[in-house]
């Protein structure tokens, strides 16, 4: 399944984007961010678990999927974590909702973490998936790190480098991604999934967003968390990540979560960098008694 059963999907229009999301359900909001090199259908089969408790937004980055951005696109700092977090923010707030969970993963999980920063009324839980906070990142740089990770890299490098070779052969490169820093084999993601993604980048803007994102973490995003190193997420907070990825290999990751929020609860699921896809249930069972408040 790589459709949103029963979800209605809605464009609103943002500070300078457009945000495509899915929605469904009915009970507490939560929101679903995704991740690269994905969209907003990594979450096709846990939003609508989720939606038998809970209203469920699942919405693309700006960017990514079919949301665009519409003022700003040669300007990095359209494409960093605070203005995507603003994004999401209005997208709930357009929707209904002033206060809601927030549910990421990579760079979805990096939004959701600024989120929380910068909006602490608004998010009242929030969940990070198979990520470290973004400065931890490039602070602990090493050759094991620099080679998982290469792409943090490569696509930090000045227009139109990055966006010229991924587009030669957007499949490979996409595909690469998968399998090498995420771990995951291919045959063990829905081929509707795979689909959906590969279609996304072969779109030349796409790739140029998903390229600008990474340059914005390399220095728009570097910059706001050095200010905000000391500061801690108020919300209770869920961190989770795949046993067979790489994170947990090259990062303690509950410390550097402890050092960043103020009531951070941790567990490891089977799976890679992709566990949402490989295991969309048990991924569910994770997430459930979280979001009730458990």
């Known amino acids: 399944m790589s459709e949103f059963d029963g979800f209605a999907t809605r464009d609103v229009e943002v ?6 999301c899915h ?8 929101l679903l961010l995704h991740g690269y090199p994905q969209n907003a259908y990594m979450w096709a089969k846990v939003g609508p678990a989720l939606a038998d408790e809970h209203t469920v937004v699942a919405a693309d980055l700006r960017g990514y999927g079919a949301s665009t951005v519409t003022t700003g696109d040669d300007d990095v700092a359209t494409y960093s974590f605070r203005a995507m977090a603003h994004d999401q923010l209005q997208v709930m707030r357009t929707l209904g909702f002033d206060r809601f969970a927030v549910v990421g993963h990579d760079r979805g999980a990096r939004v959701a973490h600024r989120l929380a920063l910068d909006e602490p009324d608004a998010v009242d839980r929030l969940a990070v998936l198979d990520i470290v906070p973004t400065l931890d990142m490039w602070r602990t740089v090493s050759k094991e790190s620099a080679a998982a990770y290469w792409h943090w890299y490569f696509l930090t490098t000045a227009e139109p480098f990055p966006e010229r070779l991924i587009g030669a052969d957007p499949d490979f490169f996409f595909e690469t991604c998968v399998e090498t820093w995420g771990a995951t084999r291919l045959a063990d993601l829905d081929a509707g999934m795979l689909d959906r993604y590969r ?3 072969r779109q030349p803007t796409m790739v140029h967003a998903s390229c600008q994102d990474y340059r914005a973490a390399a220095t728009v995003d570097l910059e706001h968390d050095r200010v905000d190193v000391q500061r801690r997420v108020d919300a209770p907070t869920l961190v989770l990540w795949g046993a067979e990825g790489r994170i947990a290999r090259l990062f303690d990751v509950p410390d550097l979560w402890g050092r960043r929020c ?10 890679g960098h992709f566990f949402v896809d490989q295991h969309p249930e048990r991924t569910v069972e994770a997430l459930r008694p979280f979001l009730r408040g458990g």
């Open 23 to 30: 929605v469904g359900g009915t009970g507490s909001p939560v």
């Open 262 to 271: 103020r009531d951070v609860r941790c567990e490891q699921l089977p799976g």
């Open 15 to 20: 500070d300078g984007a457009r945000i495509r």
């Open 199 to 201: 279609a996304d980048w």
